[in-house]
């Protein structure tokens, strides 16, 4: 066998022993394509029920020396503290007149005729405020919405964590509403917001209020339609149940 038929025959061999070691498969069947199941629908997420507490909200007759503003001036002491009553447990203020007294002379007048008695804590804006003091019922509230203060000067006390103040729109302009802060805001100083009390005991109670709602309810709609709105839009507000002054 001369040399080329001789590199032949190697190579030949060489290919028929590769082919022999494939493996080679049968074909598949194709998978049948089937139909994508339905997106199977999320099971309804159950309603919170509504705050139990809110439910049993006092219901005395309104005391009608609320509906004349003008004849609550007395005087507050120089110190004085108010317990609040709430759908949520009890914490306590402490007023220092000293700090800004227009502001404390009128909380004081408003806790002795029981103006905050099932009232909504209406705006809670978590590391900020927590605000309240619309009347549940829109005849005293209407009354006391046009009852405007005079700004009392600069505070003495700054927007401390815990310290309870009135919201406003403007100069001369606090009624009844107010807040309790969060933390400090010593921002709020410069703006005309002096503080005249401070929350001493149940502050884990302020931080525990509601605040799924943070600043959804219309403070329009809770001046005209007063607990009603809030009530059926809101079910799980919180409240305050009563403040009364501490012997």
């Known amino acids: 066998m001369n040399r080329f038929h001789s590199r032949t025959a190697v190579t030949l061999a060489l290919t028929l022993s590769a082919l022999s070691c494939e493996k080679t498969e049968e074909p598949k069947p194709e998978a049948q394509s089937q139909p994508a199941p339905a997106p199977a629908e999320p099971a309804p997420k159950p309603e919170p029920a509504p705050n139990p507490a809110a439910a049993t909200l006092p219901s005395a007759p309104v005391n009608p020396a609320l509906l004349k503003p003008g004849a609550a001036t007395a005087k507050a002491p120089g110190k004085f503290k108010v317990k609040f009553t709430t759908t949520k447990g009890d914490f306590v203020v402490e007023v220092t007149r000293a700090w800004a007294p ?38 005293v ?62 502050m884990d109670v302020v931080d525990s209020i509601n605040k799924e709602y943070e600043e959804q309810p219309d403070q329009q709609m809770i001046q005209v339609q007063g607990n009603a709105y809030l009530q059926n839009a809101f079910p799980r507000l919180d409240y305050v149940k009563a403040a009364t002054v501490v012997k």
């Not at 002379?105 to 809670?124: C, E, I, M, P």
């Not at 046009?146 to 927007?159: I, M, P």
Request: net charge positive.
């Open 102 to 139: 227009i502001g404390a002379d009128r909380f004081y007048n408003l806790v002795k005729l029981g103006f905050y008695d099932s009232v909504g804590f209406f705006r809670v804006v978590p590391n900020f405020v927590v605000q309240f003091g619309i009347h549940g019922d829109p005849k």
């Open 141 to 202: 509230a209407a009354v006391w919405r046009e009852a405007r203060l005079k700004d009392d000067k600069k505070g003495k006390q700054s927007n401390d964590r815990g310290t309870v103040t009135y919201a406003k729109g403007g100069p001369d302009s606090r009624t009844t509403q107010l807040f309790i802060n969060y933390k400090d805001n010593p921002r709020l100083d410069d703006m005309g917001f002096p503080p005249f009390g401070q929350v001493v005991q149940g």
